[in-house]
């Protein structure tokens, strides 16, 4: 297949509706920016956003039991196609879209905020300048952020089908634009937060660079772009090709960096702190799930061929990224700080499943849980978990802004113990306590990776775990126990309205759920995680 | 067709009192919470009659986590029935003997907080207690730690805070270390094509031992060791017990310091045989310096609570170490050490607990003939500290007496040295009494301690020295009991006594 040649492709839209659906939603969107009338424009916009992904949901579900190749070319050479919607795709799509609802929930937030959103009133304003005053006293909202949201996850939603190099380019540029946009876009605070968005931007375009490059080997190794051809050319030829490893290396390091793995993590807790809450939020979610997933085919379908080699490499990342994630986070003083370094630590354990490599093709027996579930479990946990805490930073304030330091945040468990005991509950989530989500995660992302024979990066996993506990028991001590420090005034929390209410009650039943009875969900998650595998036919 | 779920309603019925308090008046929170803990009380002790009287069998077993083997399976054998026995006597007891204790707002979390958290403690505790899954078991065992946790932290003296993450963290980092050898038994059970992780099944299995079955069964036992607790891993417990009220501490020691010894029972023993055999020289070795440690250590100290502390870490040293000589006589003396070390040294927690109470000190030079202003407490105090040296006529007696026989037959030299330990013990109990109660009551005592032990206090004592001098004179229903584990985990093990003239005499 010649770069130069061009056949129309015959797509199955049914099967690209959920992607099309978010794309499209993004499109109307920026129309709606242009034609609606200010007063009606954020409510529009919620809507648009809140039912595209609902319709995205549902078209997911729609063609459910269809698996297809988008794309397949019609010569029986049994090339798959550059975007291919299989079992993965559907669950890690499904997965993706209900947080995306969930994180522009908090998007939507208005009354704890005092009627405006946690969004900047006009962007354009040198901060604390009489313009910005102004665009405040005027009630201006930025409702551009939903359409930039949208076609974040549009972007998200194609990397996790992408099949292809410059297909996943594609994706990852689509996700990544929007996301430095709008970490500049915090109402508080909003030089720390123009300076995240820059960071994010010069090291994203760093990393996108050095993909790019790695692309580009690739492809002199390859000589084609698709999975399938690199496949082919890992089985046939020699997988000790300098151009394949050193491609390879480039190409993971784009996604590690999307993931938040050491030693491509130093961009996370500046952003993670600058960022807007609700955007940190969304990123800390959406944007892991979207790089765990491309990661996962990339290296399960594409160079599955040469697992031996890639698997090493992964788990000495995952051991470097717990280590530094969990040993960093313990002296954290900043709440959304100290989360974003145990997003790191957590990107680390979601990796112990991935070097883990059990699937079909690795001995994997059929009704026992693989590394592709484990992981999709795994990040359903702790999202659960992260986006609840971020919906609880965004009710506590002093004088109406948002209070990040820990120490602000003490003896607050006693004085609201309703979110007091919200949050001790995410909390021990995220450390793997049992009757949780996070613990059933954790459970079967490291007994996957045990059976893949790596159960002593399961130990060290398990020793970081350890680590991690001190940095959840040390926020809950503080909270329950620590006397109050003499502030003028303390912290208090607002009442939360409609949508972050909505977001608190869905994290906490679904941590406790899947806590209690994960068998279903795992279940179906196994039953739809194979990778569909290009069939060898030279 | 599923019967009646007995033993869920059972581990339910807490929990229930915990949602009834949350939603209560605070006012209300007390007697709600007594209430349910005395309902529990009489429900067990139904079911305990109905499962012996009637030779029935209580187990349930549903599907949980398939895919990984799991499933939700309850099982009431001897030493679940034991264990839950003493848990939901023990539950109500301290709830009375914590009645009057005065947690109003600036004491953290308030009264309806602690008794809602000591309900969460008696459900979870009873459903490890019940569970005859791994996993399941596991996930109680982790479970029971944050509600102590918040007991110790929120209930609990001036640096309860610390005590309590220190509680918490050993806890939490044994259990993670306990994980690790669940996912390891997990992978093994898998690999073996036949997933289930029912402790019956487990030990069909018989898993050839290798290198890493010798690590996994390491894991289990540190885990266990640390929440038991054994020397070296013991430091949290001095601290715990020194912070927390004396009825958390009662709990804690007598309840959920249980557990560890317990699973010794249930997945050393009964899932790794070969690798138990392998490494009890070590552990019994390791037992004995739990003992004469927790004994020198208690007549070392000067803390009445941190006395009491390594008084059980000796105690607990006696249980492994009958629970690793593998003989039926000292499997059944360390189930039946485990029930009567819970009465003796609840007990004896909560009696000083009053005194310390009334003189605000736990310190041993602040006090000095109490004996002569409140001979009930000093009384209490007496026998329940020679229940817990093992005089005979009190149950633990019989219990130390079985334990040390079985020894014997089988290491004749550990079990001579294990019996100096007892002698210690009279030490640091009868020193502590002289200390306590003997003498000339100095003004200081006789201004603090004014009054004798009110109704309230002696009814929550009654129970528990009625029972542990009852099943001294009387212990047979107690061990019959217990007869039947003992003897499916000798069977388990591949054990056979040692023929001696001496485990006769145990009976």
Redesign the interface.
């Known amino acids: 297949m010649s770069l130069l040649e061009f056949t129309a492709p015959s797509l199955d839209y049914g099967l690209l509706l959920p992607f099309l659906i978010v794309l499209g939603a993004a499109l109307v969107g920026i129309l709606i920016e242009a034609f609606v009338p200010r007063q009606a424009r954020f409510a529009s916009q919620v809507v648009l956003a809140l039912l595209a992904l609902i319709a995205a949901i549902g078209a997911v579900l729609w063609r459910w039991s269809v698996i297809n190749l988008v794309d397949p070319s019609t010569d029986g050479s049994g090339i798959t196609g550059s975007v291919i919607i299989d079992g993965p795709t559907k669950a890690f799509w499904l997965i993706l879209f209900g947080f995306g609802l969930i994180a522009l929930l908090l998007f939507a937030e208005r009354r704890s905020h005092g009627g405006a959103t946690a969004f900047t009133p006009m962007a354009a304003a040198v901060p604390g300048s009489d313009q910005e005053k102004a665009a405040a006293k005027a009630g201006l909202i930025h409702s551009e952020m939903f359409p930039l949201a949208m076609f974040s996850l549009a972007g998200m939603s194609l990397m996790l089908a992408a099949n292809d190099l410059l297909v996943l380019f594609i994706a990852l540029e689509i996700l990544s634009l929007p996301l430095y946009v709008m970490s500049g876009m915090a109402r508080q605070r909003r030089l720390a937060s123009q300076e995240a968005a820059l960071k994010y931007f010069l090291l994203g375009a760093a990393a996108s660079a050095i993909f790019l490059f790695g692309v580009a080997l690739l492809f002199g190794y390859a000589g084609g772009f698709a999975y399938d051809q690199l496949a082919w050319a890992v089985t046939d030829g020699s997988s000790g090709d300098p151009l394949l490893l050193a491609g390879m290396g480039m190409v993971a390091i784009g996604l590690l960096f999307k993931l938040g793995a050491v030693p491509f993590h130093s961009w996370v807790p500046d952003v993670y702190q600058g960022a807007p809450t609700p955007v940190t939020a969304f990123m800390s979610v959406c944007t892991k799930l979207a790089a765990a997933g491309g990661l996962l085919r990339l290296l399960y379908v594409s160079v599955g061929g040469m697992r031996w080699t890639w698997q090493p490499i992964i788990a000495g990342v995952a051991i470097l990224t717990i280590i530094v994630g969990v040993v960093i986070a313990i002296n954290q003083t900043d709440l959304k700080r100290l989360l974003a370094y145990s997003s790191i630590a957590h990107a680390g354990f979601l990796l112990v499943p991935v070097a883990g490599g059990l699937a079909l093709t690795s001995g994997l027996?059929a009704?026992?849980?693989g590394s592709v579930a484990a992981v999709a479990f795994y990040l359903i946990g702790y999202g659960l978990a992260t986006i609840g805490l971020f919906a609880i930073i965004m009710l506590v304030r002093r004088q109406g802004l948002e209070v990040t330091d820990l120490e602000a945040w003490a003896g607050i468990g006693?004085r609201h113990p309703l979110l007091g005991a919200l949050m001790t509950f995410f909390l021990?989530s995220l450390?793997?306590?049992?009757?949780t989500a996070g613990?059933?995660g954790?459970?079967?992302a490291?007994?996957a990776a045990?059976?893949g024979g790596y159960?002593w990066l399961?130990?060290v996993a398990?020793i970081g775990?350890?680590v991690a506990?001190?940095i959840y028991?040390r926020v809950i001590?503080v909270i329950?126990?620590?006397a109050a420090p003499d502030l003028r005034e303390q912290p208090h929390m607002v009442m939360p309205g409609v949508p972050v209410t909505i977001v608190l009650v869905l994290c906490a039943l679904g941590t406790l759920g899947l806590g209690l009875?994960?068998?279903p969900v795992?279940?179906w998650l196994?039953a739809i995680s194979d990778f569909i595998v290009p069939v060898h036919t030279p | 067709m599923m019967a009646f779920p007995f033993l869920s309603v059972l581990g339910l019925l807490p929990l229930v009192g915990v949602l009834l308090t949350c939603l209560s008046k605070p006012r209300a929170a007390k007697v709600l919470g007594l209430v349910t803990a005395l309902v529990t009380l009489a429900y067990a002790a139904g079911l305990i009659a109905w499962s012996q009287g009637f030779e029935q069998i209580l187990g349930e077993q549903v599907d949980w986590l398939p895919m990984i083997g799991s499933s939700y399976a309850l099982n009431f054998d001897g030493l679940s029935l034991v264990m839950v026995a003493l848990t939901v006597l023990l539950v109500p007891v301290v709830l009375i003997a914590e009645w009057r204790s005065d947690w109003s707002a600036d004491h953290r979390l308030g009264q309806r907080g602690f008794v809602a958290m000591v309900l969460l403690v008696e459900c979870f505790a009873l459903f490890s207690f019940l569970s005859f899954d791994l996993l399941l078991f596991y996930i109680f065992f982790e479970a029971t730690l944050i509600p102590m946790y918040f007991l110790i932290a929120g209930w609990g003296g001036q640096k309860g805070r610390q005590a309590g993450v220190k509680f918490l963290i050993f806890g939490l980092a044994g259990g993670l270390i306990m994980l690790f050898a669940v996912i390891g038994v997990i992978a093994l059970s898998l690999g073996s094509g036949d997933i289930s992780l029912n402790f019956a099944d487990l030990s069909a299995l018989q898993f050839a031992s290798t290198p890493v079955t010798k690590l996994i069964f390491i894991c289990f036992f540190i885990a266990f060791a640390m929440k038991a607790p054994m020397f070296p891993v013991h430091i949290w417990l001095p601290d715990a017990a020194e912070q927390s009220s004396a009825g958390t501490t009662a709990l804690l020691v007598g309840v959920l310091d249980k557990l560890g010894t317990f699973a010794m029972i249930r997945v050393c023993l009964g899932v790794f045989p070969e690798e138990s055999a392998w490494a009890s020289p070590v552990i019994m070795i390791a037992a004995l310096v739990s003992i004469f440690y927790g004994a020198f250590a208690a007549i070392g100290s000067r803390n009445l609570l941190r006395l009491l502390a390594y008084t059980s870490i000796s105690h607990f040293g006696f249980i492994v170490l009958g629970i690793f000589a593998v003989t039926s006589a000292s499997i059944s003396g360390s189930i039946f050490y485990m029930v009567n070390h819970g009465l003796a040294t609840g007990a004896l927690f909560l009696a000083i607990g009053y005194l310390i109470s009334r003189r605000g000190s736990a310190s041993l030079d602040a006090y000095g003939g109490v004996a002569k202003i409140a001979p009930l407490a000093a009384g209490f105090t007496l026998v329940a500290g020679l229940a817990s040296c093992a005089l005979p006529g009190t149950s633990s007696f019989v219990s130390e007496f079985l334990v040390v026989a079985g020894v014997w037959s089988r290491h004749p030299v550990i079990a001579g040295v294990a019996v100096l330990g007892t002698v210690v013990a009279a030490v640091y109990i009868l020193r502590t009494y002289q200390r306590l109660m003997t003498g000339e009551p100095s003004t200081e005592v006789s201004q603090a301690i004014d009054k004798d032990l009110n109704w309230r206090e002696r009814i929550a004592l009654i129970p528990l020295v009625l029972a542990f001098l009852v099943l001294g004179f009387w212990p047979q229903p107690a061990l019959q009991v217990i007869e039947p584990t003992t003897q499916y985990y000798m069977s388990v093990a591949g054990a056979t006594d040692p023929v001696s003239d001496l485990e006769e005499g145990g009976r």
């Not at chain 1, 450390?431 to 009757?435: D, E, K, N, Q, T």
Request: hydrophobic residues 55%.
């Open positions: 027996m009704g026992q849980v006693r021990l450390a793997g306590i049992p009757l613990f059933v954790k459970l079967a490291f007994q045990w059976r159960w399961v130990l398990i775990s350890i506990v001190f028991i001590q329950y126990f620590k009875y994960p068998g795992l279940e196994q």
